[in-house]
């Protein structure tokens, strides 16, 4: 096998112009290292690799500079690539057989002159949060590890652990042995190979006996629960202790502590108009409460991470992996993202947040349970 492409052949073989491949290498997002006989710049084997990466990304929307990032983490290798790919495409196919499914639904249903209600024509929107976000989550949800830090601190000495509303895993300790429970079979299989044994299970009714673990542990999922205080309380009957990041609405003026929400989504308050009170959530397992801040270069893309890089929240593939989105409806966030845009591109948003620059961290209201 040949050790190195022409840039034409590696351009036939791709189906993009050569113009394209000479900016990616003119940009530095891949740049061919190897030689012909003749000497000229030929695509070495690892070249093509990183450059199928490049246009796969390319190809589901992301912009160069997020791809830039993406195929330059060190931490993140072909295989990492190929299944956090594979899950963005899985997301894109299973939310568009949802949509088909609803659509044939209310097709037949007024086909027979029935009436269709309000809540069957959301349904092809709002259907099964997880399953319908959950592949996006590959891309941009990492392990923050100032965050994992302060989490795993906060187990102490535990050895067994789990993990509830455990997702990808992004935080599951590799020094303790850790069970997993997800609900989501989307999240289930985006699991990297050597995670954790990941259960079927809900929060509301773990699977488990009294005190089988030395600690449960939680991270930034209660708020997807059917019922949170129960969930709370699962996790206290199964555990020794209890460790959960969670999100605080106690303080007066909650919704004005982040930009974002008090400026552009005020839709936000009512995603949480139902959730519990954090001091309620705290006496349900007997937890005192710790800030948790989130760094200004957050690896971890959670609704609060990009508060001083405003300019990730215009970006699709960044908001698909965050449920407030999904949550407040396609009409309440092209309007936010519009409204951003422009204040970004008038300056405006420099002018009210400026102080922000010199933060390295933020007390946005995410706080560790520690029971």
């Not at 906060?154 to 895993?169: I, P, S």
């Not at 407040?328 to 409204?339: F, I, L, W």
């Amino acid at each position: 096998m040949e050790d190195h492409w022409t840039v034409g052949h590696v351009a036939e073989l791709a189906g993009v112009s050569v113009r394209t491949l000479h900016h990616y290498d003119g940009i530095g997002l891949v740049r061919p290292s190897a030689r012909t006989a003749a000497g000229y710049r030929a695509y070495s084997a690892g070249d093509v690799e990183r450059l199928r990466e490049v246009l796969a990304y390319r190809r589901l929307g992301f912009g160069l500079r997020e791809i830039a990032e993406l195929v330059g983490d060190p931490s993140t290798d072909a295989v990492a690539h190929l299944r956090r790919l594979r899950g963005l495409l899985l997301e894109r196919r299973d939310r568009a057989d949802a949509m088909v499914a609803a659509i044939d639904r209310e097709l037949q249903a007024r086909a027979r002159g029935l009436k269709v209600t309000p809540e069957e024509q959301l349904e092809m929107l709002g259907a099964r949060l997880y399953d319908a976000i959950g592949g996006a989550y590959t891309a941009t949800r990492r392990t923050e590890p100032r965050i994992a830090a302060q989490i795993w601190d906060a187990l102490g000495d535990a050895r067994t652990v789990l993990n509830v509303g455990a997702g990808t895993g992004s935080y599951e300790p590799a020094d303790r042995d850790v069970t997993a429970v997800e609900p989501s079979a989307v999240m289930r299989g985006q699991r990297p190979a050597g995670a954790a044994p990941c259960v079927a299970a809900a929060a509301e009714s773990l699977p488990f006996g009294d005190h089988s673990f030395d600690v449960a542990m939680a991270v930034s999922t209660v708020h997807h629960w059917e019922d949170p205080m129960a969930g709370l309380r699962e996790m206290r009957r199964v555990a020794h202790r209890v460790v959960v990041l969670t999100f605080d609405t106690d303080e007066p003026g909650w919704q004005d502590r982040f930009w974002l929400t008090r400026d552009y989504l005020p839709e936000f308050a009512a995603v949480l108009a139902g959730f519990p009170s954090l001091a309620g959530m705290a006496g349900a397992i007997g937890a005192r409460a710790e800030p948790v801040p989130v760094p200004w270069d957050c690896a971890d893309g959670l609704f609060e991470a990009y508060w001083r890089r405003p300019a990730a929240y215009l970006e699709d593939h960044v908001r698909r992996a965050m449920s407030v989105w999904t949550r407040v409806g396609p009409q309440a966030e092209q309007r936010a993202v519009r409204s951003l845009g422009d204040d970004l591109d008038s300056g405006r948003w420099a002018e009210r947040n400026g102080d922000l620059a010199g933060l390295d961290a933020a007390d946005l209201g995410l706080r560790l349970l520690i029971a």
